[in-house]
């Protein structure tokens, strides 16, 4: 009946609470994949719950022919707390991907009509429509589906010289993930980020981050640009923004942005009511739990405990985006033993596995996790 796009492990969740979900038997998990990095509040928050609540008894959706008093809401709050002046709302990151795309595209001819060329990354990973894989750099989501779009090229990360070899005045944009999430949790160095800033600027080149996976405080701060003190010109958003309500985001600078004009793009679900009511929970709640600290601390408290444990050779990313490289077993057979006592996690790539639990969580179910990593990898000695 379901299209065989997921190789789905054969459990059925019923209801969540917290860093915890329950299957269909009772069985309680221990989750440290939160939807690969959406539920950033948990499970059955009971205020995201009931705002959500009361916004399905008012109305849904309208479309975005007229004016969604809750969409406007939530870019002032995106607004106020980034770099950005204006926002574009859609569904999901692949679709925010795909607007910024078209975004650069346009401001690019409106230069020159060569200014079209798109640099990305090696090992990056931007979704899987046909606009976003285009500037994926990986070639196991791209073989089956060439030829992608035209005129993109990819760069080795943190290479500046194959980037200053790569890059002329026609080129529109540069796609950058600072923290590449499916690519092995490789982190952007700031020397290179800078210097990337600096010829963009030069070239005149839109420089967009893609803060799918780690903005909304999963780094620790509420995007993870603020860490590098280096402004993008556009940023796409989505994953945690909804906390699990789809809603995906491109905001950016107003020089930019205003070649977004009526008809050039659109999105009919996008920053409807539902959706948009989640993004302001989400960004309320994070502020008013401190959630942000509560991120810093059991980062601090997680990488400490991991680094006990002798047979993990890398400890890599940020806040509570980790991944961590293994002697002597893959990601994805890791991952299958946690599972197997009941703790969910995501893996990146063969040799990284990734936790993402959500922002709530605490010392005791960290520790639940580092007892049973630490059981396994002795048993498999």
């Known amino acids: 009946m379901i299209a065989n796009t997921y190789s789905r492990k054969d459990v059925i969740f019923v209801k969540g609470e917290g860093c915890f979900l329950y299957d269909e038997n009772g069985e309680k998990y221990l989750d440290f994949a939160s939807g690969i990095a959406v539920c950033a509040l948990g499970h059955s928050h009971k205020k995201f719950t009931e705002i959500l609540k009361t916004q399905i008894d008012k109305i849904l959706h309208i ?30 990151g692949t679709e925010a991907n795909e607007g910024a795309i078209k975004l650069a595209r346009k401001f690019g001819k409106s230069i020159s009509n060569k200014k079209t060329k798109i640099l990305a990354f090696e090992n990056s990973f931007h979704g899987r429509t046909t606009g976003a894989l285009s500037i994926t750099g990986q070639e196991k989501y791209r073989k089956d589906f060439l030829p992608l779009l035209p005129d993109v090229e990819f760069a080795k990360f943190n ?20 923290i590449q999430g499916e ?53 796409t958003l989505a994953k945690a923004l909804g906390n699990g309500i789809p809603i995906g985001a491109v905001a950016g600078k107003k020089e930019f942005m205003k070649f977004f004009t009526p008809g050039s793009h659109a999105s009919t679900f996008g920053g409807n009511f539902l959706a948009s009511v989640a993004g302001c929970a989400v960004l309320d709640i994070i502020e ?39 002697e002597g077993i893959s990601s994805f057979d890791l991952s299958q033993k946690l599972y197997e006592r009941k703790i969910l996690t995501v893996p990146a790539g063969d040799k990284v596995l990734r936790f993402l639990p959500p922002l709530i969580v605490t010392e005791k179910e960290i520790e639940i996790l580092i007892k049973n990593l630490k059981e396994i990898l002795r048993k498999d000695l």
């Open 63 to 92: 479309s975005n022919l007229y004016r969604i008093q809750p969409q406007e809401e939530l870019a002032k709050k995106i607004v106020k707390n980034s770099f950005a002046d204006e926002v574009f709302f859609c569904n999901s």
């Open 288 to 326: 008013n739990e401190n959630l942000l600290e509560n991120v810093k601390k059991m980062s601090n408290y997680l990488i400490k405990e991991l680094k006990s444990i002798d047979r993990i050779n890398k400890i890599k990313g940020l806040g509570l985006l980790i991944g961590i490289e293994v």
């Open 159 to 178: 290479n500046i010289d194959d980037v200053k070899n790569k890059l002329n005045d026609n080129f529109c944009a540069v796609f950058i993930e600072l």
């Open 183 to 235: 690519g092995g949790v490789n982190s952007v160095e700031k020397n290179f980020l800078m210097e990337l800033r600096e010829i963009c600027n030069e070239l005149k080149i839109i420089l967009v981050f893609d803060e799918v996976q780690t903005g909304i405080g999963r780094t620790g701060k509420l995007f993870c640009y603020e860490h590098y003190e280096i402004e993008p010109d556009v940023m």
